[in-house]
C-alpha cells in the first residue's frame, strides 16, 4: 500500500469511528452535520438493491428528511423514540480508494456493528456500509451512507434512529 | 383457562359502547376468531400481477395457515397448505418463486401446481392400498378462490357467501384502484413492506380510522416538519413528499370532523382523505400529474376521469385482513401471528401507462409510511404496544368506544355515517366480530 494510500485509509477510518461515537453519544446534529448539502441516507430493504426509486427502502433520506427526523427525536411526545435508544457502533474492515466520479474523493467499505438498547429491549444490527466522501474546506462529507443489513428483509420492529 | 368460550361469554364482551379487555388478551378468544373469522372471511391473498405466469407462486397466511398461492399450467390459481402430507414438513421455504411444483425436502414426495400428489420414492415398499390419487394425500386447499379484477381472495370456508357479495360495497374501492391506471390495469411492484408488534391484530384495524389520534400520537411528526422553513418548490428529491406526509396529520379537531367516516355491518370501514397539499392532493396540480391526467382522459374522457381521480378516501379496510389506498397505490394486509403478536405487509403498485415518477411517489409514500422506519406508523405501532401492556392489567375490565354513538346516521344501503372524530369504526369492526364470532358454525 502507497504512503498516499495508507493516509487516505486512516483518515477514512478515524471519520468512520468519529461518526459512530457521535451517533453513540446522541449527538445527533452533529452527525447530521457530517452529511454533504446533497448526501443521501440509505438503508435498503433488500440485499443488493440496486434502486432507490423503484423499490421500497428501510431508509432513504436526503438532508432535509434527516433533519426532520433528528429534530423529532428531540420533541417531548416522539413516542417509538422514548426512550431514544443507546447504542455501541462498532466499524471494522475498512477499506479505502478514489473513486473515479468527480464529485467523491474517497468510497470506503466498512463492516458495521451496532447493539440498540431501548427500555430494556436489546437488538443487534450488523452489516456492511459504504460511505461515498467529498473532501471540503470543513472536512470529508458525506454523500452517501449506504448500509447493507444482513436482515434488511425480515419483518422488524420500530427503528427510530439511524443506524 | 378455557379451551373454548361460549356463545353467550362472547355476546357478553362486546356491546355497542364498549368492548371487553378480553378480546385483546384471551388466548382462547384468539384461535376462535382464527377459527371463525380468519377460517370464515373472504381473505387478501395476492394480487394476479404477483403470479402472473404459469408456475408462478407466492406465499401468505390465512389465520393460522401457511399458504402458497400458485397459478397452474391452465392458468388457474390455487391456495395450498404448505405441510407435506407424508410426514409434516413444510414444503416451501421461499416467499415466492416460479416452479414446476414442489418437492418436499424430507423424503421427495412430489406436488403439482394445483396440490396433487404426483410421486413418492420407492413405491414398492408402500402396501398396494396406497393409492397416490386419493385426495387425502393432496397437499391441503384453499376450498374456495376468487378474483375481483385481479384480486385474489381466498375463504376456509367450502360454502359461504362468494366474494362479491362479501366485498358488498366495497368493490368501489377495487374498481376505483384499477381505473386509475391509464392502460386499464395494475401491477404489484417495488417490493414488500415487513413490520411486526407486540400487539393484537384488531388494534391496528381500530387505528387506521382513528380521526382523533392523530394530533396527539403524530404530534412530533408533524412538529418536525412544520419547523422545517425549506422552499419545496423545486425539491431535488422528495422532501416535499415527506413533508406533506408528516404534515397532514395535523390537522385540527375541526378539519378531522370534516373527514367522513364510514363503516358497514360486514366490518367494512373507511375514511376521507385527509392529504389536501402538494403532490399528494387529490385536485394537484403539477406537470407529471397534467401528463397523468391527460393520458386518463384518454382512455376513461373527461366525465369519468375526474370522477375517478375525485374518490378521495382513506384506509379502505376489506374486514378482516387488508387496507387499501387506490389514490396512492398502496396495500397492507395485517396477519395475526398470536394473541399478542402482528405481522404487517405492505406494497405498492405501478398503475400501467402512467408516468414513472408516480410510481416513485408510490414508492415513497410506502417507505414513508410502512418501513419499520417510518416516522409515522412508528408512533402508532409504539401505541398498539402499550395498549396490549396496558391492559395485561386485570382490570379496568372494559374499553370504551362510544365516542360519536348518538351521531351515527344509518344510510339506506346498511351503511352507518359519522363526522369525523367519531369511533364509528370501533363499533361497526366490533359489531362484524360479534357476529361472525357468534354464528353457528
Given at each position: 500500500m502507497s504512503v498516499a494510500a495508507a493516509d487516505l485509509k486512516a483518515e477514512a477510518e478515524a471519520f468512520l469511528i468519529e461518526e459512530g461515537r457521535l451517533l453513540d453519544a446522541g449527538r445527533f446534529d452533529d452527525w447530521l452535520a457530517?452529511?454533504?448539502?446533497d448526501g443521501f441516507y440509505w438503508v435498503p430493504a433488500v440485499p443488493g438493491q440496486a434502486d432507490p426509486l423503484n423499490h421500497l427502502s428501510i431508509f432513504y433520506e436526503d438532508k432535509s428528511v434527516l433533519a426532520m427526523r433528528i429534530r423529532r427525536l428531540s420533541h417531548p411526545r416522539a413516542y417509538s423514540a422514548l426512550p431514544v435508544p443507546r447504542t455501541a457502533h462498532i466499524v471494522g474492515n475498512v477499506t479505502a480508494g478514489r473513486p473515479a466520479d468527480a464529485d467523491v474523493d474517497c468510497e470506503c467499505r466498512s463492516t458495521l456493528m451496532v447493539a440498540e438498547n431501548r427500555g430494556g429491549d436489546r437488538r443487534l444490527w450488523a452489516g456492511q456500509q459504504m460511505h461515498r466522501l467529498r473532501r471540503t474546506e470543513a472536512g470529508l462529507r458525506i454523500v452517501l451512507k449506504r448500509v447493507d443489513l444482513i436482515d434488511c428483509d425480515a419483518a422488524h420492529g420500530i427503528l427510530s434512529v439511524p443506524i | 383457562m378455557p379451551d373454548t368460550v361460549e356463545t353467550e361469554t362472547l355476546r357478553g364482551l362486546v356491546l355497542p359502547d364498549r368492548v371487553h379487555r378480553r378480546l385483546y388478551t384471551d388466548s382462547a378468544i384468539f384461535e376462535l376468531e382464527m377459527a371463525r373469522i380468519f377460517g370464515r372471511c373472504w381473505l387478501f391473498l395476492a394480487h394476479e400481477s404477483q403470479i402472473a405466469l404459469p408456475g408462478d407462486f407466492i406465499r401468505t397466511r390465512m389465520g393460522r395457515e401457511d399458504v402458497i398461492v400458485t397459478r397452474a399450467r391452465d392458468g388457474r390459481i390455487h391456495g395450498l397448505v404448505n405441510r407435506c402430507t407424508h410426514r409434516g414438513s413444510q414444503i416451501c421455504s421461499v416467499e415466492r418463486g416460479n416452479a414446476g411444483g414442489f418437492a418436499c425436502p424430507y423424503h421427495a414426495w412430489t406436488f403439482g401446481l394445483d396440490g396433487a400428489l404426483n410421486s413418492v420414492p420407492h413405491r414398492q415398499s408402500l402396501p398396494p392400498a396406497f393409492d397416490i390419487k386419493d385426495p387425502r394425500l393432496a397437499l391441503a386447499k384453499v376450498p374456495r378462490i376468487e378474483s375481483y379484477r385481479g384480486f385474489v381472495f381466498g375463504s376456509l370456508a367450502a360454502s359461504g357467501e362468494g366474494l362479491r357479495d362479501f366485498l358488498g360495497p366495497m368493490t368501489d374501492v377495487i374498481d376505483n384502484f384499477v381505473d386509475r391506471a391509464p392502460e386499464g390495469e395494475i401491477e404489484q411492484a417495488g417490493g414488500i413492506a415487513r413490520q411486526e408488534y407486540r400487539g393484537n391484530w384488531k388494534l391496528h384495524h381500530e387505528n387506521a380510522?382513528?380521526?382523533?389520534?392523530p394530533g396527539f400520537v403524530h404530534e412530533s411528526s408533524v412538529a418536525s416538519a412544520r419547523a422545517d422553513q425549506r422552499d419545496y418548490a423545486a425539491p431535488a428529491y422528495d422532501g416535499h413528499q415527506t413533508h406533506t406526509q408528516m404534515l397532514?396529520?395535523?390537522?385540527?379537531l375541526r378539519e378531522w370532523q370534516g373527514v367522513g367516516l364510514t363503516g358497514y355491518a360486514s366490518g367494512h370501514t373507511f375514511m376521507g382523505g385527509f392529504y389536501k397539499a402538494g403532490v399528494l392532493a387529490p385536485d394537484r396540480d403539477d406537470p407529471v400529474w397534467r401528463d397523468y391526467r391527460a393520458r386518463l382522459v384518454a382512455r376513461h374522457g373527461e366525465e369519468k376521469t375526474a370522477r375517478v381521480l375525485g374518490e378521495d378516501r382513506f384506509n379502505n379496510l376489506l374486514y378482516p385482513n387488508v387496507s387499501l389506498n387506490a389514490q396512492y397505490q398502496q396495500i397492507r394486509i395485517v396477519q395475526p401471528l398470536a394473541v399478542d403478536r402482528t405481522r404487517v405487509l405492505a406494497f405498492c403498485f405501478r398503475l400501467k401507462g402512467a408516468p414513472d415518477i408516480l410510481f416513485h411517489r408510490a414508492v415513497r409514500f410506502l417507505t414513508n409510511l410502512s418501513s419499520p422506519a417510518s416516522m409515522i406508523l412508528s408512533d402508532d405501532i409504539e401505541i398498539f404496544e402499550r395498549v396490549q401492556t396496558g391492559l395485561s392489567?386485570?382490570?379496568?375490565e372494559w374499553l370504551d368506544q362510544s365516542r360519536g354513538l348518538a351521531t351515527d346516521r344509518r344510510g339506506t344501503d346498511g351503511r352507518v355515517q359519522s363526522a369525523g372524530v367519531s369511533e364509528l369504526p370501533h363499533r361497526a369492526q366490533y359489531g362484524a366480530w360479534l357476529r361472525y364470532m357468534t354464528e353457528a358454525a
Open positions: 457530517l452529511f454533504a448539502e | 380510522n382513528d380521526t382523533l389520534h397532514s396529520n395535523g390537522f385540527g392489567n386485570p382490570a379496568p
